[in-house]
């Protein structure tokens, strides 16, 4: 059987170690502040990103990989496991970002036919890691090609997933929003709660006065979703670890629970979530 390997852009945020026990090779996007560019993940990582967005008089700017750089990356895997390789890449939500087009743009460059298959993932953040941490985990264990195709689409399909603001801030900064709305939730202490569609596009799904309320909205709804089922998890945060680890332990008391990943939201949800937001990504076995 042709080796199979596993491809994702740095918004998919998985743990580092995670990345180099899968073997999941990893294509970055980049974030500017003013006249300084970083390349997500590895000239910057979370921790220093919020820290900037908190000081910085500057909106960041986040940028997908070029058609170069995918390109690149495919004919590196090429040469390093076989033209007989086949390469699955599963990428940010087109939704959000050109990282999909590139990507196609980039196959489409290639000298040589490859058995490469693009995803659009129509997600973002550790709700798309998801998706590559389970890929990945097939590929080891010998899954076919099309076994992990399947399972991604299912998961795609069937993944629920929501963000907590904790901050209107950085929506206003960035546009989302307007000033005025901004100052007001603030004052009323409201809490959008926000979640990607079938397109993989954002939406607001309510707002709720106050954390807990918020909390417990989202929680509501990812139980009228799973039912008694087993479930698979992701919780993300944005510079918000404790907040992270609270609603892991509160997930495992309400759900039944076969794997939960808990990961820093990086810089390009984050720059539009601001730091102190949370998330929760829950798919059906």
Request: net charge negative; glycine share 8%; proline share 3%.
């Amino acid at each position: 059987m042709s080796p199979i390997v596993i491809v994702t852009d740095s918004a998919s945020d998985i743990d580092p170690a995670l990345i180099t026990e899968l073997g999941i090779e990893i294509v970055p996007l980049k974030v500017s502040f003013g006249a300084e560019t970083f390349l997500d993940g590895i000239t910057i990582r979370s921790a220093e990103f919020f820290e900037r967005l908190r000081s910085s008089d500057v909106f960041p700017r986040t940028s997908q990989p070029s058609p170069v750089e995918f390109s690149q990356k495919f004919q590196e895997i090429s040469e390093k496991h076989g033209a007989d390789v086949c390469i699955i890449a599963i990428l940010l939500s087109s939704q959000l970002s050109g990282t999909y087009q590139s990507a196609v743009i980039g196959k489409g460059m290639l000298e040589q036919d490859l058995d490469l298959t693009i995803i659009d993932s129509k997600k973002g953040a550790m709700f798309e890691g998801l998706l590559v941490v389970e890929a990945a985990k097939m590929a080891r264990a010998g899954c076919s090609k099309q076994q992990i195709l399947d399972e991604v689409d299912r998961m795609i399909q069937q993944m629920q997933n929501f963000f907590i603001i904790d901050t209107l801030e950085f929506l206003q900064k960035g546009g989302r929003i307007g000033r005025a709305s901004a100052f007001i939730g603030s004052l009323l202490n409201i809490k959008p709660i926000l979640s990607l569609d079938a397109n993989g596009a954002v939406y607001a799904f309510d707002k709720v006065r106050g954390n807990k309320k918020a909390v417990a909205r989202m929680l509501n709804e990812l139980k009228s979703y799973a039912a008694d089922a087993r479930v698979k998890v992701a919780i993300l945060h944005a510079n918000a670890l404790e907040e992270a680890k609270s609603l892991k332990e509160r997930v495992a008391q309400e759900f039944q629970v076969i794997e939960t990943y808990i990961s820093e939201i990086g810089p390009v949800i984050g720059a539009h979530i601001g730091p102190g937001g949370i998330a929760c990504a829950m798919v059906k076995e």
